[in-house]
């Protein structure tokens, strides 16, 4: 059993920086597809950026170039820094782990971009 625990979220003004924080387990973390999404009320979850167990990275087209995704695989953590945030980044973000073509979930925490 995968589990994942987010942390870092926060009200933060337009323009400000959030460092969003996973901490996950099991055996073989390392070898692990991570990722993050986010949810607004009533809307469908959307991805936002994921990391390969090798380092290999993606994001959606409309968090390139201000958020980036990282991991320690020692720490067991994944991590989602964010940049230059703008009021529709506001939604629960989520992280994920893919194992076995298996998704699993953390329970959310809640970002907020608002003057």
């Known amino acids: 059993q995968v589990q994942l625990v987010e942390s870092g979220g926060g009200l933060v003004q337009p323009g400000g920086s959030l460092r969003l924080s996973c901490q996950g387990s099991g055996r073989i973390f390392s070898a692990y597809a991570l990722g993050w999404y986010r949810q607004v009320p009533g809307k469908e979850r959307e991805w936002v950026a994921r990391?390969?167990?090798?380092?290999?990275?993606n994001y959606d087209d409309s968090v390139k170039g201000r958020f980036t995704i990282s991991r320690n695989n020692a720490a067991k953590m994944v991590y989602l820094q964010m940049d230059s945030l703008k009021p529709e980044d506001t939604a629960v973000y989520y992280c994920y782990a893919v194992i076995g073509g298996t998704p699993y979930w953390g329970q959310g925490t809640q970002v907020t971009v608002s003057s």
């Open positions: 990391i390969s167990s090798n380092g290999g990275t």
